[in-house]
C-alpha cells in the first residue's frame, strides 16, 4: 500500500513539473494579403457592358466556387481525389471543357433543374427559383467569353439546330461557315 503511494506521489510531482515547463512555442501564422470588400459587394468588375457585368456577379457569386473562377473546373489534386473515389469531377466550362459543344437550350435547362445524381459528392444544384431568364442569359453570355471563336459559332449553330428542331422545323448538321472544330483548336 505505501509502495502505491509513494509512485503516486512521483506522479502528482511529475505532473507539477511539467505544467511549469515552458509551453512548446506555437509558429506564428503566416499572414496572406487579401482584399476586403463589404459584406455583400463584390470586386470591381472590369466591364463595361451591363449583360457582362450582371453575369459576371452572377457567375462568381453562384457558379465559381464549384467550376471555378476561370471556368476551370475541378482541376489538379482535387480532380484526382474525386476521381480516385470513383466519383465525378465538377466540369469545365471553359474553352478546355465541353459546354461550348451543347445548345444554349440544353445548358439553360441544366442551370435551371440541375443534375441529381445521390451518388456524387456534389449534385449541381437547380437554380429556377434565384435566376431568371435575364439573370440566365447574361450568366451565359459571361461563360461564352471563355470560348474560341471556333467553339462560339459552332455552338451557336447548334443553338439555330435546336431551335429549329423544337419548332418542328429540321435542323441540319454544321455548315461550312460554322463548321464541328477540332478537339483542341487553337
Ligand atoms: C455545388 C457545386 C456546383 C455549383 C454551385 C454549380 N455547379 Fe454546375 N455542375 C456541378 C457538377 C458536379 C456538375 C456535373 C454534374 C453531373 O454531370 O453529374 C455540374 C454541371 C453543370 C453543367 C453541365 C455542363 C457539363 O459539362 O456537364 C452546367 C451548364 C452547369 N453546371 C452550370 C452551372 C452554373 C451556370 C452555375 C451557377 C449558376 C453552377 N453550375 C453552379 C456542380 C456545381
Request: proline share 8%; with cysteine.
Amino acid at each position: 500500500m505505501a509502495q502505491r503511494y509513494h509512485i503516486l506521489g512521483v506522479l502528482v510531482l511529475l505532473a507539477a513539473l511539467a505544467a511549469c515547463a515552458p509551453a512548446p512555442s506555437t509558429p506564428t501564422p503566416t499572414r496572406i494579403p487579401v482584399t476586403l470588400v463589404a459584406p455583400g459587394q463584390l470586386p470591381t468588375s472590369t466591364f463595361d457592358d451591363p449583360v457582362l457585368r450582371l453575369g459576371e456577379s452572377h457567375y462568381f457569386r453562384l457558379c465559381a466556387h464549384c467550376h471555378g473562377y476561370n471556368g476551370e473546373g475541378q482541376v489538379g489534386q482535387i480532380a484526382e481525389n474525386t476521381i480516385e473515389l470513383g466519383m465525378k469531377t465538377v466540369p469545365a466550362h471553359n474553352a478546355d471543357g465541353n459546354l461550348w459543344r451543347y445548345a444554349d437550350q440544353v445548358i439553360i435547362r441544366t442551370i435551371q433543374l440541375g443534375i441529381t445524381n445521390p451518388l456524387d459528392q456534389f449534385a449541381m444544384p437547380g437554380f429556377a427559383a434565384t435566376l431568371n431568364d435575364d439573370d440566365i442569359q447574361a450568366l451565359l453570355a459571361f461563360i461564352k467569353l471563355w470560348w474560341t471563336d471556333e467553339q462560339r459559332s459552332y455552338q451557336a449553330q447548334v443553338t439555330a439546330n435546336m431551335e429549329a428542331r423544337l419548332a418542328g422545323l429540321s435542323g441540319g448538321l454544321p455548315t461550312e461557315e460554322a463548321p464541328f472544330p477540332t478537339a483542341t483548336p487553337e
